[in-house]
T-cell receptor
Framework: GQQVMQIPQYQHVQEGEDFTTYCNSS?????IQWYKQRPGGHPVFLIQ?????EVKKQKRLTFQFGEAKKNSSLHITATQTTDVGTYFC?????????FGAGTTVTVRA | DAGVIQSPRHEVTEMGQEVTLRCKPI?????LFWYRQTMMRGLELLIY????????DSGMPEDRFSAKMPNASFSTLKIQPSEPRDSAVYFC????????????FGPGTRLTVL
């Protein structure tokens, strides 16, 4: 199937540091969505990117869609303990939302 | 506003028993999805309903799994007979449209089959 690949699988971050997680596809994406799942919780929608080169910010989170629309990234600045969880990117194929394997983030205080 | 509601939140059963998971989508949403999440396979789409009609059930693992949506406000996912490998978290999600929409997930049902 048309999957999205996420790297890294795990990200251990010192509180206060920045990090970036990546989402890659071998085919052009019509759009990309990002979700966050806290430990023991359910996926919660963060954002959707549609346009080539699009950049959107939510406080300390910056989402970017590549120019070729084959990759996306999520950058978190000044990581806090509230950022703990798994971040998924997902692509739509018609009505189906296909999720990547996620990047699981842990934070060292 | 109430989000997607799922019940039960936790279910522990023995192999061979029937399990029924329930979902109430957000009012006004006409698309409903059932997902299964495991460490090994991640989030997998099991079945998709649009306007109460099953559109795609290609993700349903085998005949032991069945899903229904008798009306716009209720759906069930049934496993009969259950097996230990069915142990997972099952999520229901709904959206107001058919594509490119944010999906609203319920809290999930954590199923353990002994």
């Amino acid at each position: 199937g048309q999957q999205v690949m996420q790297i890294p699988q795990y990200q251990h971050v010192q509180e206060g540091e920045d990090f970036t997680t990546y989402c890659n596809s071998s085919t052009t994406l019509s759009n990309i969505q990002w979700y966050k799942q806290r430990p023991g919780g359910h996926p919660v929608f963060l954002i959707q990117l549609v346009k080539s080169g699009e950049v959107k910010k939510q406080k300390r989170l910056t989402f970017q869609f590549g120019e070729a629309k084959k990759n996306s990234s999520l950058h978190i600045t000044a990581t806090q303990t509230t950022d703990v969880g798994t971040y998924f990117c997902a692509r739509y194929n018609d009505y189906k939302l296909s999720f990547g394997a996620g990047t699981t983030v842990t934070v060292r205080a | 506003d109430a989000g997607v509601i799922q019940s039960p939140r936790h279910e522990v059963t023995e192999m061979g028993q029937e399990v029924t998971l329930r979902c109430k989508p957000i009012s006004g949403h006409n698309s409903l999805f059932w997902y299964r999440q495991t460490m090994m396979r991640g989030l997998e789409l099991l079945i998709y309903f649009n306007n109460n009609v099953p559109i795609d059930d290609s993700g349903m693992p085998e005949d032991r799994f069945s899903a229904k949506m008798p009306n716009a406000s209720f759906s069930t996912l049934k496993i009969q007979p259950s097996e230990p490998r069915d142990s997972a978290v099952y999520f229901c999600a709904s959206t107001p449209g058919t594509s490119y929409n944010e999906q609203f997930f319920g809290p999930g049902t954590r199923l353990t089959v002994l």
